[in-house]
C-alpha cells in the first residue's frame, strides 16, 4: 500500500488515539461534506479521489446522482473497489489531466489535487471540457501549517 499522509489517508489506518490522526481525517471529511451539499446536477466527478472514502460519501448522501472516483494511483483505486461499493459509484485509474468521458459532468469534485500537478492549466483545462453546460467545480487546496 502506498506511504499514507494527510494528501492520502486511509481512514481505518489512522489512529483513533492520536490527535493528528484524527484532524486530518476531520478536515478531509469536512471539505467532502461541504461538497456533498453544493453538488448540482446527476452527474458527479470526484478528480483525485484517492482510496474512495471521500467519493464513496458523496454517493451515501445522494444516492440519486451517478458518482465516478478518479486517481492515477492504482493501489488506491483497488482499494477503494474493494472497501468502498455502492450502486452508484465506481472508479477509474487516469490521469486527472488527461481523464476522458463520454458524457460532461454536472459537478466536479476536486479536493487537493491541483497542487500536486506539474502543469495545473492542464488540469483546469479538462476540468472545462468535462462540466456540462452549467455545472459546478466544486475544489480546495491545503491550507494546513502540516503543508
Known sequence: MSTHSIERIYPPD???ENPS???TLRIH?????FAARHLNGDRVLD???GCGYGTALLAERHPDKQVTGVDIDPEAIAYAQ?????????YVCADAERFEAEHGFDSIVSLETIEHLPHPPRLIANYARLLAAGGRVIASVPITPTL
Open 21 to 23: 490522526d484524527q484532524t
Open 82 to 90: 474493494r472497501h468502498y461499493r455502492l450502486p452508484n459509484l465506481r
Open 14 to 16: 489512522l489512529d483513533p
Open 47 to 49: 478528480m483525485a479521489c
Open 29 to 33: 471529511l469536512e471539505r467532502y461534506e
